[in-house]
């Protein structure tokens, strides 16, 4: 299989990943450190996802608040400037309440696994022709696992469940891109 890029030339896929194999490397043991210091610590892993995304909400609601006066005098000032109110009102719900919003945080986590793992599925079988490619497809199956299985232990198990599965999402992620850098390694 061949990726096209715009110049007309024809990138094959162990080409790319023979340019990436040191950052495969080190991806790898990165994402290895975190996936086991969010199992060690999974209320924790827990509450610093929601922490992170509650204020990435109330950044990007600012921000949409703030663009919205751009639109003033156009139909679209009225909707952006509403949009913008309520991602800000759930970025700040997030933080100022985050054990009550962990419920939602959850299911929105193991949405994010379900299409995470979807696209891990895509990308293993671009690379399919590459040796190694067999274990970013388990990875993937990983990724849907965790998001199916979180959807299946709402709401009692919200407040340790995410921060678990988030750990061993980046070991299985991690161990992943370690395992295909050393196949490429092999082949090359």
Not at 63 to 73: E, H
Not at 80 to 95: W, Y
Request: glycine content about 10%.
């Amino acid at each position: 299989m061949t990726l096209r890029s715009n110049k007309r030339t024809d990138i094959s896929a162990t080409e790319v990943f023979r340019k990436v194999r040191r950052g495969l490397f080190w991806g790898g043991v990165f994402l290895i450190i975190l996936g086991i210091t969010a199992l060690a610590m999974p209320l924790v892993s827990t509450l610093v996802v929601e922490i992170l995304i509650g204020w990435l909400l109330t950044i990007s609601g600012g921000a949409s608040i703030i663009g919205a006066f751009s639109l003033r005098g156009t139909g679209l000032f009225l909707w952006k400037l509403i949009a913008g109110f309520l991602i800000l009102a759930v970025g700040l719900m997030l933080l100022l309440f985050p054990i009550g919003s962990l419920i939602a945080m959850t299911a929105l986590v193991a949405l994010v696994f379900l299409l995470s793992g979807a696209v891990q599925t895509m990308i293993a079988l671009w690379m399919r022709p590459v040796s190694g490619w067999g274990w970013a497809f388990m990875s993937a199956l990983v990724s849907l696992t965790l998001g199916v299985v979180i959807f299946a232990v709402l709401p009692q198990a919200s407040a340790v469940v995410l921060g678990i599965f988030v750990g061993i999402d980046l070991l299985s992620t991690g161990v992943a891109l370690l395992l295909i850098q050393q196949s490429i390694r092999k082949d090359l």
